[in-house]
């Protein structure tokens, strides 16, 4: 077996494999493609080669699948990621209730990851934050009993542990101060996403009486 299937957390999911060959349906890599994008947040051709060519080969039938259970597939070959979204008609059953919603120090380095890769031109390579930029970014709202440091900084730990555990964020081996942002940020936080959590950060920076970063002039700054 592939070691890209073998990822899966058991190689017979709902009796996939145990299936008789000349039963209609799916062929094998296409059917393991939709249990991936069932099972994950987003897949990528980064870490899935396999996947993602099923995905691609495979694309008009998986997403019938997924619109029969009301999600909805989102491909970005720029990017080379792809996930699925839920519908989100009054009358849709919700069927992603399951995935546990990022806090809100988690979402507002969401949103700061969303901004650096903005401000990157995808050609130069990977986009690349250190924990000073992602501590720079949340200390502008320190809450009470952020004061001596300890607090604000096991705030900063669980946020980008949150992240990570989404492969959002990918750890430097060889130095853990360094994070590799993934380009499913782009998008999976689309433009409505962003002002929403813009309005959200600057009322928190509103709160605690801090200025809110220049986001106009980094960027301009950024683009010179």
């Known amino acids: 077996m592939n070691a890209e299937w073998d990822n899966e957390e058991s190689s017979d999911v709902d009796g996939l494999d145990g299936a008789d060959a000349d039963q209609p349906g799916l062929p094998e890599d296409a059917r393991r493609a939709l249990v991936s994008l069932l099972r994950s947040r987003f897949v990528s051709r980064a ?7 099923a995905l691609l080969a495979y694309e ?29 008609e009054e009358d849709v059953p919700r ?10 120090d988690a979402s507002f380095v969401l949103l700061f990851l969303r ?13 690349v934050v250190n924990r000073s930029q992602v501590d720079e970014f949340l200390r502008a709202y ?8 300890a607090r604000f900084q096991s705030r900063v730990n669980a946020a980008i542990r949150a992240l990570a555990d989404l492969q ?12 590799t942002v993934s380009p499913v ?10 002002l929403r959590l813009e309005a959200a950060y600057r009322r928190e920076l509103d709160m605690v009486g801090s200025a809110p970063p220049d986001l106009e002039n980094d960027r301009v700054e950024r683009e010179a």
């Open 115 to 127: 901004q650096e890769y903005a401000y990157t031109d995808a050609a130069d390579g990977p986009v």
């Open 60 to 88: 008009e039938e998986i997403r019938e699948r997924l619109a029969d259970l009301f999600l909805r597939l989102v491909i970005d070959r720029d990017l080379e990621v792809a996930f699925k979204r839920q519908e989100v």
């Open 142 to 149: 320190r809450e009470e009993g952020d004061g001596d440091g």
């Open 185 to 194: 940020v782009v998008p999976l936080i689309g433009v409505d996403e962003v």
């Open 95 to 104: 069927l992603l209730r399951r995935e546990k919603p990022l806090s809100r």
């Open 168 to 179: 959002l964020l990918t750890v430097d081996p060889d130095a853990d101060y360094l994070f």
């Open 47 to 53: 870490r899935q080669r396999q996947v993602w060519d």
